[in-house]
């Protein structure tokens, strides 16, 4: 039998990552009033989506330590790092340069983040996701944002 330690699989490790994320919003959630089910406050749903996570999570943390499953890989810093400029470079433009160019913009980082997309997939992406997220957002939904600067 293994040890804890050798056991460390994706499923151990993705269970220990929706259990951080709902502690994190548990954390956040605190200072709101939940409220009943017929008069739901702000926390209501918040609080149920946390708690879900958390039961989720340490399901997955059980599984990962009580069978053998597909351990976990190296990590690749390259796709974390163009992925997470990707998004703050997104929330950094939106207000400035509106949701078409910010996602336009998103993408075209996003791109770099896996040599085996190709620029004409990614400019087709961006223009397609500038779009419907201008229509869907902006103008069915009415989110006070701007598309273009």
């Known amino acids: 039998m293994k040890s804890l330690a050798q056991r460390g699989n994706s499923d151990f490790y993705t269970g220990l990552l929706l259990v951080v994320v709902a502690a994190v919003a548990l954390l956040y959630i605190r200072t709101l009033t939940v409220g009943t089910v017929l008069e739901m406050g702000p926390g209501y749903f918040p609080l149920g989506l946390a708690l ?5 999570g340490l399901v997955m943390i059980v599984k990962g330590l009580t069978t053998a499953g ?3 890989g190296a990590v690749h810093l390259r796709p974390l790092f163009f992925i997470l400029l990707s998004f703050a470079a997104f929330g950094l433009l939106v207000e400035r340069a509106g949701l078409a160019i910010s996602i336009v913009v998103q993408v075209g980082l996003a791109h770099f983040a896996s040599r085996e997309t190709t620029w ?3 400019v087709i992406t961006a223009v397609a996701l500038a779009i419907v997220s201008s229509i ?3 103008w ?3 989110i006070p944002v701007s598309v273009l600067p």
Do not use: D, N, Q
């Open 136 to 138: 869907v957002f902006v």
């Open 140 to 142: 069915l939904l009415k």
């Open 52 to 56: 879900i996570l958390l039961g989720m």
């Open 120 to 122: 004409l997939a990614s």
């Open 70 to 72: 597909v351990p976990v």
